[in-house]
């Protein structure tokens, strides 16, 4: 007959316990639904991003696009018509007639204005009412009580430029020193083909993805490089020692790439308040400050667009700066070889309509992001406070903004 000491006693008390294991664990059953980070990602009006955006000016157009045929603006969840009267002046204006609600879109634009097809009311491109020619003396005496709400249109860079935010907070419209400083030989461009987007002019996902796509180096690597071959050169193929800085108004990702003739690629992008792409040309095709700089345009949570401009030496340069796969534009390719030639498009808009942000696993790689995420809520913070964003001024002679962003080659 056995018996057992108080020593074995305790030592099975003290033994771990041998749970078992079903080979099973970690499937997908009772996943917690999935969230998103909503005051960064929503941008219509009321919401913390909503009105964070409306602090500052965006681009809905290219110069041209603003002329006597009406025409439908999305911007930040909002439904606007573009025109440009006969004298020239660019109007942005609440597309339903402050009337009867007949839209705009069906307008014709005349000197004064963008007159409603449907009684005739003629607004200026301030909203101003200055005809209702149904009314007793055309509408002498009630014009004075009407306006059709409309939006402050700027033109510069050669894009139609709109701020929808408060009035008594409108700033000046900011200019910038790499689209300032022209070469002999170099003159501006501006593109709405969503350059660097990787897909067509609108994009259907929320502006953030992309956004932050913007301090992931190493996305270029292996989206752009090794897993659908060479997009871009061969030298944004050399995995790059990386740091992230944070300024007042971007976040800087710093990229040293030894190349194999013993030279060092210094690359330096920034992602700027409050959607600019700093981006140097990936094609590298000269070296010193960034050539163009582009907006993302927020159309609303779930779609986006990008306006570029740049010192161009030939027209349709900046097109030019479009990435390929398998020798071909993402226009041309088909659906299998998106497949399997992937790139920012498949990647960015793959992961939803708005990408599940409770389901992340950042990384250290990810750093960028984080910092990036901690500026934006910094700007929500000051907001907030009653303080005003950075990159928004109201200095009449303000210098241009300028960026450290570029190509440079060191021995």
């Given at each position: 007959?056995?018996?057992?000491t108080?020593?074995?006693a305790?030592s099975?008390?003290?033994?771990?316990?041998?749970?078992?294991?079903?080979p099973?664990?970690?499937?997908?059953y009772?996943?917690?639904?999935?969230?998103?980070?909503?005051?960064?990602?929503?941008?219509g009006?009321?919401t913390?991003?909503?009105?964070?955006?409306?602090?500052?000016?965006?681009?809905i157009?290219?110069?041209?696009d603003?002329?006597?045929?009406?025409?439908?603006?999305?911007?930040?969840?909002?439904?606007l018509?573009?025109?440009?009267?006969?004298?020239?002046?660019?109007?942005?204006?609440?597309?339903?007639?402050?009337?009867r609600?007949?839209?705009?879109?069906?307008?014709?634009?005349?000197?004064?204005?963008?007159?409603?097809?449907?009684?005739?009311?003629?607004?200026n491109v301030?909203?101003?009412?200055v005809?209702?020619?149904?009314?007793?003396?055309?509408?002498?005496?009630?014009?004075?009580k009407?306006?059709?709400?409309?939006?402050?249109?700027?033109?510069?860079?050669?894009?139609?430029?709109?701020?929808?935010?408060?009035?008594?907070k409108?700033?000046?419209?900011?200019?910038?020193?790499?689209?300032?400083?022209?070469?002999?030989?170099?003159?501006?461009?501006?593109?709405?083909?969503s350059?660097?987007?990787?897909?067509?002019?609108i994009?259907?996902?929320?502006?953030?993805?992309?956004?932050?796509?913007?301090?992931d180096?190493?996305?270029?690597?292996?989206?752009?490089?090794?897993?659908?071959?060479?997009?871009?050169?061969?030298?944004?193929?050399?995995?790059p020692?990386?740091?992230?800085?944070?300024?007042?108004?971007?976040?800087?990702?710093?990229?040293?790439?030894?190349?194999?003739?013993?030279?060092?690629?210094?690359?330096?992008?920034?992602?700027?308040?409050?959607?600019?792409?700093v981006?140097?040309?990936?094609?590298?095709?000269?070296?010193?400050?960034?050539?163009?700089?582009?907006?993302?345009?927020?159309?609303?949570?779930?779609?986006?667009?990008i306006?570029?401009?740049?010192?161009?030496?030939?027209?349709?340069?900046?097109?030019?700066?479009?990435?390929?796969r398998?020798?071909?534009?993402?226009?041309?390719?088909?659906?299998?070889?998106?497949?399997?030639?992937?790139?920012?498009?498949?990647?960015?808009?793959?992961?939803?309509?708005?990408?599940?942000h409770?389901?992340?696993?950042?990384?250290?790689?990810?750093?960028?992001?984080?910092?990036?995420?901690?500026?934006?809520?910094?700007?929500?913070?000051?907001?907030?406070?009653?303080?005003?964003?950075?990159?928004?001024?109201?200095?009449?002679?303000a210098?241009?903004?300028r960026?450290?962003?570029?190509?440079?080659?060191?021995d």
């Open positions: 007959m056995s018996t057992t108080t020593a074995d305790a099975a008390q003290l033994a771990p316990r041998v749970i078992p294991v079903h099973d664990t970690g499937t997908a009772g996943r917690p639904p999935p969230s998103y980070k909503r005051e960064l990602t929503e941008v009006a009321g913390p991003m909503g009105e964070l955006m409306r602090r500052y000016w965006h681009p157009g290219l110069v041209q603003a002329n006597d045929t009406p025409r439908k603006v999305r911007a930040l969840g909002e439904d018509i573009l025109f440009r009267d006969k004298t020239g002046r660019p109007g942005l204006v609440y597309p339903h007639c402050a009337h609600g007949a839209s705009l879109y069906f307008a014709k634009v005349e000197e004064r204005g963008i007159r409603c097809c449907y009684h005739g009311w003629l607004f301030q909203g101003h009412c005809e209702q020619p149904c009314e007793p003396e055309a509408g002498a005496n009630s014009c004075s009407v306006r059709q709400p409309w939006y402050p249109v700027q033109e510069q860079y050669g894009l139609i430029w709109a701020y929808m935010g408060p009035p008594a409108k700033p000046v419209l900011p200019r910038y020193e790499c689209l300032e400083t022209l070469a002999e030989g170099e003159f501006i461009e501006a593109d709405d083909s350059i660097g987007g990787g897909g067509p002019q994009i259907p996902c929320n502006w953030l993805q992309h956004y932050e796509n913007l301090v180096p190493f996305h270029v690597v292996i989206l752009h490089s090794s897993f659908s071959g060479t997009q871009f050169v061969e030298q944004m193929a050399v995995m020692e990386v740091k992230w800085e944070t300024g007042d108004i971007s976040v800087r990702t710093i990229s040293r790439r030894k190349l194999p003739d013993g030279k060092t690629l210094h690359r330096v992008s920034e992602a700027g308040l409050p959607t600019l792409r981006i140097p040309n990936p094609l590298i095709k000269r070296h010193g400050m960034v050539e163009s700089l582009g907006w993302l345009l927020p159309i609303d949570d779930h779609s986006f667009r306006y570029v401009v740049g010192r161009v030496r030939e027209k349709g340069e900046i097109s030019r700066m479009r990435s390929t398998n020798g071909k534009y993402w226009d041309q390719l088909t659906e299998e070889e998106r497949r399997t030639y992937p790139g920012d498009y498949e990647a960015q808009v793959s992961q939803g309509a708005i990408a599940h409770s389901e992340e696993f950042l990384a250290m790689s990810d750093m960028g992001i984080v910092r990036l995420r901690r500026l934006l809520q910094k700007q929500l913070d000051a907001l907030k406070a009653g303080q005003d964003p950075a990159g928004v001024s109201f200095d009449t002679d210098p241009p903004v960026f450290s962003a570029g190509n440079f080659l060191q």
